[in-house]
Structures are given as structure tokens and as C-alpha cells.
């Protein structure tokens, strides 16, 4: 019994070892660059589409091995901006990226940024927006309401049988 002990035992150790110095299939070195690329990228996006923008943070920025020659990356970033009516507000996104292996060399692997998956868009407001609710009639002038705006009910009134 004691033999069997020692051998699993053994196994045991053997395979672990294997498992600590196998190859991975991207190294660390390759997903630190691919992060340092991709919040590069990010803020030169969000500095471009959002000129106003100001203090973009990344809360969370972590990437995973799907395979050999795939990558994905989760990200948590936030920025401030104004609104429409100028007011301060926290825009935070969060989503993942998906790249692809396209080329490898000696020194550098080249990987294509092919999926993009917004997942939550978050927006703080600074200062409360106030919502008057009423029974009064809007009065049309004061908030003119374009076609495209209006909202209809197209559902089956239940006293018109006529069909």
C-alpha cells in the first residue's frame, strides 16, 4: 500500500511540474503590449469622438488566452464629459475585445483587433436632471415635439371587434 502511495503521490508531483513550466500560449510579455496598445487606442478614440472629454481612468483592464493565436480582452473605463445641456456627467463603458494572431516574427507578433463588445454604458450625472410631472397639458409651444418623436399605441383596442 505504501508503494502505491508513493507512486500516485509522485505522479502527482510529476505532472504538476509539468503543468507550472509548459509553454503558455501567448506570454506575458505579449499581453502587456497588447493592454498598453489597446488603452492606448481607447483614448485616442474617446479623445477623438469626445474632444471635451477630461480624467479617463481604466478600472479594470485584464486580457485571457482563447487559444494559440486568439486573445481577449475585458476592459472598465471612465471619462468625464458634458451633457447636451452642458452639464458634468460620468460616462463609464465596459465591454471585451477579441484579437486575432495575423503574423509572427522572431521579436514581434502582429494581431488583428477584430471583435469590439460594448456590454454596459453607464452615465453619472454630477448634478440631478429634474423631471416635472404633471397632469397639466404641455403646452406645444414651449416644447415642440418633431413627428419622429411622437409615440403611438398601436395595439388592438379591445371594444373595436370590426376585424
Not at 447636451?84 to 484579437?99: D, H, K, Q
Amino acid at each position: 500500500m505504501k508503494i502505491v502511495s508513493v507512486v500516485v503521490f509522485a505522479a502527482a508531483m510529476l505532472s504538476s511540474w509539468f503543468i507550472v513550466h509548459s509553454q503558455r500560449p501567448v506570454a506575458e510579455s505579449v499581453h502587456a503590449g497588447i493592454q498598453s496598445d489597446l488603452k492606448r487606442i481607447i483614448a485616442e478614440y474617446v479623445q477623438k469622438t469626445l474632444p471635451e472629454s477630461k480624467n479617463l481612468r481604466f478600472h479594470r483592464f485584464y486580457t485571457e488566452n482563447v487559444n494559440t493565436a486568439r486573445v481577449r480582452a475585458f476592459f472598465k473605463y471612465s471619462f468625464e464629459d458634458t451633457t447636451n445641456t452642458g452639464e458634468a456627467a460620468e460616462v463609464i463603458l465596459e465591454g471585451s475585445a477579441v484579437l486575432n494572431k495575423t503574423g509572427e516574427s522572431a521579436d514581434v507578433a502582429t494581431w488583428s483587433f477584430d471583435e469590439l463588445k460594448i456590454l454596459g454604458n453607464t452615465v453619472n450625472f454630477s448634478e440631478p436632471i429634474q423631471i416635472i410631472s404633471g397632469s397639466e397639458e404641455i403646452d406645444s409651444e414651449e416644447y415642440p415635439q418633431d413627428e419622429s418623436e411622437t409615440i403611438q399605441d398601436n395595439r388592438e383596442n379591445p371594444e373595436d371587434h370590426s376585424h
